[in-house]
C-alpha cells in the first residue's frame, strides 16, 4: 500500500503494527523536515499511534495548550497535535483542528480506530471491506493493488451517477465494497463491529449576517487575510497558481500584503486556446511584483489522459484535470506548496449557471395563473439562441434540485435511455436527484441562492474540484492550500444575505471587499472556466484513441452501452457542434476499465497464479 503511494509522499515512509492493526505512511515533508518529524507518530507510553496526510493551521495555538498541559512533542510537526489533542478530548478533538486533513488514530489499549476527514473534504479517504478485515488509504489505487486476491468488483449504480455528473459523489466509490468517507466526518472501528460514521460540523444555521456592505466587506478581507497568513507556514518554498480570475488573484494580492518576499506565482496556457487568463495573470504579477513562471503547453494527449486516469483511480472527467496537470507538474519545479482560489464560486455564488437558476427562483415567486406565460416566453427565448436555457425551462415546474441537474447534470435521464442496454438500464436510478433535494432540503442557508451554493459546496466542490486538485498535485508531490475553505470564511459566507452573493453578477461581496487589491479589470471581468482547447484536442490529438477504445471489441462486449448511440457521438465530431463533453466522459471510462477492471483482474489472476 506504502509503494502504491509513493507519489504522495516521496521524501520518507514508515510503518507500525500491533495486534490486529497494522499502519503506514508516506511523508511529503513540509514543517519540520527532520526524521524526528517522520511518521508513524507514538505517544509517550506508545499507546495511541498516528498517521496523517495534510496540514493543521493552527497547530501553534494547539501545542501551546498541550505543552502547558504537560504533553511531551518529539518533533516541531503540525501533525504530532493531533496526537496529543485524542490523548485529551478523543475523537472530539477533530472539532478543534483547522485545517486539511485526513488521519487515523489508533488506540491500542481500546483496540479502536479513529478516522476523520477535514471540513471541506481536502483530503482524501478511502476505506474497504475485505474479507478478513477492514482497509483504508488516501488513493483507491492502494486498496485495489495491495489485495490482489480481492479483484475489485464494479459498482454499475456508482457509474449510473458518474455518467450523470461526471464524478462519482461520495460516499460511494466505483467499486462495491470500496467507501468514501464523507467530509466534516469521523469514523469509529472496533473489529467485529459496524463503523459507526458521524458529522462532527456543519454550517451554521440561524440568522443571517448583519451589518453595513461597508463592514462586511471589510471583515470578509479581514478574514482572508488571515486565512492566507495561516496558510504561509512552511519549512519549504512556497508559491501560489495564478489564473487571471478573481479568487486566485485576490489570494496573491493578500499572499503579496502578508509576506515580506516576493511571492512566486504560476500559470499556464495551451496552444490553439484562447488564453487571455495568462494577460490578466500578468496584471497581478506585474502589480505585486510576483516571481512570475508561464508555460505554454502543448499536450501529449494520447498520453497524458490515461495518466490522469490512472491516479484518479476511479472515473473522473472533468476535463480541467488536464489544466491542473501541467499546472502542478510546472510548479513543482519550483515549489512544494501552493496557494489557490479554489472555493471561491461556492461560498459566494460564483458560477455562470447561477444566472439561470435565478430564472427559476423568479418562476417559483410568481403567481400561479402567470407563471405557464412565464415558461412558453422562456422556452421561445431557448428555441432561438440558447439549447439549454429551453430545456431549463421545462422542467422549471420540477423543482430546483431537478432544474440544477440540467444546469450542472452530463448525460440526462433521455440521454440514458437513448444510451443504455438492458443489463446497464437496471441500475439507472433516481439517486443524484434524491441526493441535490436531500442536500437542498438540509441547508441552512435562508435564501434560495444561499441553499443553490450550498448543494455545489456538498458537491461539486466536495467530489470534483477537491479531488481533481489533490490527485493532480499530489501525483507530482505538490500541496495546494485552498484560503476560501478556511472555516472561518466559509462560515461567514454562509451567513450572508443573497443580496451580497449576486446581483448582476456572482460573488458581491467579494469583488466589494477586494477592489482596491485585485486590478479592477479583473474585479469585473466576467466569469469563465479555464480555456481547454479541448474540441482540437478531441478532433485531432485524441481522434484515433476515441476511435480506437470507444468503437473495438472491448468496449462493445462490455455490453453497456448501446453501439449506435456511440457511433452517433463519433460522428458528431465532424459537425460545428461536436459532442466533445459526452466523449470525454465515456472515453474515461472505458479508460478507467481497461485500467483497473480488466488489466486489475488479468494481473490478480496472474499473481494468484504464481502464489500458488
Known amino acids: 500500500m506504502n509503494r502504491a503511494l509513493a507519489h504522495r509522499g516521496p521524501d520518507a515512509d514508515g ?56 504533553h511531551r512533542f518529539r518533533s516541531d510537526s503540525d501533525n504530532e497535535v493531533i496526537l496529543h489533542l485524542y490523548e485529551e478530548l478523543g475523537p472530539a478533538c477533530v472539532a478543534r483542528l483547522r485545517g486539511m486533513f485526513a488521519f487515523a488514530v489508533y488506540d491500542c489499549k481500546r483496540q479502536q480506530l479513529l478516522l476523520a476527514r477535514d471540513r471541506a473534504g481536502k483530503k482524501p479517504l478511502f476505506y474497504r471491506r475485505l474479507r478478513a478485515g477492514f482497509a483504508f488509504a488516501s488513493e483507491v489505487q492502494a486498496l ?29 466509490s466505483a467499486y462495491k ?15 467485529g463491529r459496524e463503523p459507526q460514521i458521524v458529522r462532527y460540523w456543519e454550517k451554521p444555521r440561524g440568522e443571517t449576517m448583519t451589518g453595513s456592505e461597508p463592514e462586511l466587506a471589510l471583515e470578509l478581507q479581514r478574514l482572508l487575510r488571515e486565512a492566507v497568513r495561516r496558510r504561509l507556514t512552511s519549512d519549504v518554498p512556497l508559491g ?27 500559470s499556464i496556457g495551451f496552444s490553439d486556446a484562447d488564453n487571455s487568463d495568462l ?51 510546472m510548479t513543482r519545479a519550483h515549489v512544494t506548496v501552493a496557494l489557490s482560489g479554489d472555493g471561491g464560486d461556492e461560498n459566494f455564488a460564483g458560477y455562470k449557471r447561477y444566472w439561470l437558476a435565478r430564472l427559476g427562483h423568479a418562476y417559483d415567486r410568481i403567481p400561479a395563473p402567470l407563471r405557464a406565460p412565464y415558461q412558453h416566453a422562456l422556452r421561445a427565448v431557448g428555441r432561438l439562441f440558447a439549447p439549454r436555457l429551453g430545456n431549463f425551462a421545462r422542467a422549471l415546474s420540477q423543482g430546483e434540485a431537478r432544474r440544477y441537474l440540467i444546469l450542472a447534470g452530463q448525460f440526462s435521464d433521455a440521454d440514458k435511455r437513448g444510451l443504455y442496454l438492458e443489463p446497464l438500464r437496471e441500475f439507472h436510478s433516481a439517486a443524484t436527484l434524491e441526493r441535490f433535494e436531500r442536500v437542498l432540503s438540509e441547508g441552512s442557508a435562508t435564501s434560495a441562492m444561499g441553499r443553490l451554493a450550498d448543494l455545489d459546496w456538498q458537491t461539486y466542490l466536495v467530489d470534483d474540484i477537491n479531488v481533481k486538485v489533490d490527485i493532480t498535485a499530489m501525483a507530482h508531490s505538490l500541496e495546494v492550500r485552498c484560503p476560501f475553505l478556511d472555516t472561518d470564511v466559509v462560515e461567514f459566507a454562509a451567513r450572508l444575505p443573497s443580496r451580497f452573493l449576486m446581483r448582476w453578477r456572482g460573488k458581491y461581496l467579494l469583488r466589494r471587499a477586494m477592489r482596491a487589491l485585485v486590478p479592477a479589470r479583473i474585479i469585473y471581468r466576467r466569469k469563465r472556466g479555464f480555456g481547454l482547447p479541448l474540441k482540437r484536442w478531441m478532433r485531432r490529438d485524441l481522434r484515433q484513441m476515441i476511435e480506437d477504445v470507444l468503437l473495438d ?39 478507467w476499465f481497461r485500467e483497473f477492471i480488466d488489466h486489475g483482474s488479468a494481473q490478480a489472476a496472474s499473481e494468484l497464479r504464481t502464489a500458488g
Not at 39 to 62: H, K
Not at 153 to 161: G, H
Request: with cysteine.
Open 279 to 329: 494577460v490578466h495573470a500578468r496584471l497581478v504579477a506585474r502589480r505585486y511584483a510576483t516571481e512570475h513562471h508561464e508555460m505554454m503547453v502543448s499536450p501529449s494527449m494520447a498520453d497524458v489522459v490515461p495518466e490522469i486516469v490512472r491516479h484518479h483511480g476511479e472515473p473522473f472527467a472533468d476535463s480541467s484535470a488536464v489544466a491542473t496537470w501541467y499546472l502542478s507538474k
Open 177 to 191: 465494497n470500496i467507501w468514501k468517507l464523507p467530509a466534516a466526518h469521523y469514523a469509529l472501528l472496533t473489529p
Open 553 to 591: 471489441k472491448t468496449a462493445r462486449e462490455r455490453e453497456l452501452f448501446r453501439p449506435s448511440y456511440i457511433e452517433g457521438l463519433v460522428r458528431s465530431l465532424n459537425t460545428p457542434s461536436p459532442e466533445v463533453d459526452r466523449l470525454w466522459t465515456l472515453l474515461v471510462l472505458e479508460l
Open 15 to 70: 510503518t507500525w503494527n500491533h495486534g490486529p492493526c497494522a499502519l503506514g505512511h508516506r511523508r511529503l515533508s513540509i514543517i519540520d523536515l527532520r526524521p524526528e518529524a517522520n511518521q508513524p507518530f507514538l505517544n509517550e507510553d506508545n499507546t495511541l499511534v498516528l498517521v496523517a496526510n495534510g496540514e493543521i493551521y493552527n497547530f501553534n495555538d494547539l501545542r501551546a495548550e498541550l505543552v502547558q498541559k504537560g
Open 240 to 266: 501560489a497558481f495564478l489564473s487571471g480570475g478573481m479568487d486566485s488573484s485576490s489570494v496573491v494580492a493578500l499572499m503579496a500584503a502578508t509576506s515580506n518576499r516576493p511571492i512566486k506565482t504560476f
Open 144 to 172: 485495489i493493488s495491495a489485495f490482489p486476491r480481492e479483484p475489485p468488483v464494479v459498482d454499475y449504480a456508482a457509474l449510473d451517477e458518474f455518467l450523470t455528473l461526471q464524478y462519482v459523489p461520495s460516499p460511494r
